[in-house]
């Protein structure tokens, strides 16, 4: 297995609802990485998780609540979002903190309405 | 702080003609250099990347790149473009210093139009 799965693929969203994105590899890596791509620009990075600690978080507000529950699952929790938070939400996995064979899942397309 | 520059937002080439897509990094320690491509509502696809060795590397479909020190540049090239890889394409850098857990830093990527 060599994929990283990320689930769902699409998701709408009201502003008060409470979802979770989820991702999910079995090729052994020991960090992974949740990104926030909106239209037409590059992926930003949000969470990095490595051996299981959250290890970055690049000031994202408390409405996105990450969560490792083992090594082969990643979680994004979703409270409270507003409509500028949709976006394509993509997860990565790389081998360790010294490898640098990033693995992208296919992302999550979230609407927030 | 590490930083990526795609010059180029948008380059459009005719089929069969050869390509160049400019990347050009800020660092002030080493780094670790890669090419994504992205294809309409798809995630990211590894093209190529450096990490170490020969300063020039290539993909399985006839992509390369070559990484230049002193430069500060890891341009992408292709000799003969396919309709079929009309994409986004991201430069992205990854830091020696932390680990590859500091994560990727993008440029703002590159759309590629093939022309028929």
């Known amino acids: 297995d060599t994929e990283v799965t990320q689930t769902p693929k699409h998701l709408v969203m009201g502003m008060t609802n409470k979802k979770s994105l989820k991702c999910e590899q079995h090729m052994g890596h020991r960090a992974m990485y949740w990104y926030k791509q909106k239209a037409k620009k590059p992926p930003e990075l949000m969470f990095v998780y490595s051996y299981e600690k959250l290890s970055i978080n690049e000031s994202v507000p408390s409405r996105f609540s990450p969560e490792c529950p083992n090594s082969s699952l990643l979680n994004l929790h979703l409270h409270a979002l507003q409509p500028e938070d949709s976006a394509l939400y993509l997860c990565?996995?790389?081998?360790?903190?010294?490898?640098?064979?990033?693995?992208f899942g296919s992302g999550t397309r979230l609407t927030v309405v | 702080a590490q930083s990526v520059t795609q010059l180029d937002s948008q380059v459009p080439v005719f089929e069969e003609a050869p390509v160049e897509l400019r990347c050009n990094y800020s660092s002030s320690v080493s780094v670790y250099l890669f090419w994504y491509v992205q294809y309409p509502n798809q995630g990211l696809q590894l093209l190529l990347k450096y990490l170490s060795g020969s300063t020039l590397v290539e993909s399985i479909n006839g992509f390369e790149a070559e990484f230049n020190k002193s430069q500060t540049s890891f341009h992408l090239r292709k000799p003969s473009v396919h309709i079929s890889d009309t994409a986004e394409y991201f430069c992205?850098?990854?830091?020696?210093?932390?680990?590859?857990?500091?994560?990727?830093?993008f440029g703002k990527g590159t759309h590629l139009i093939i022309q028929p």
């Open positions: 990565a996995s790389s081998l360790s903190a010294a490898n640098y064979g990033y693995t």
């Open positions: 992205a850098v990854s830091v020696g210093s932390g680990g590859g857990a500091d994560g990727l830093t």
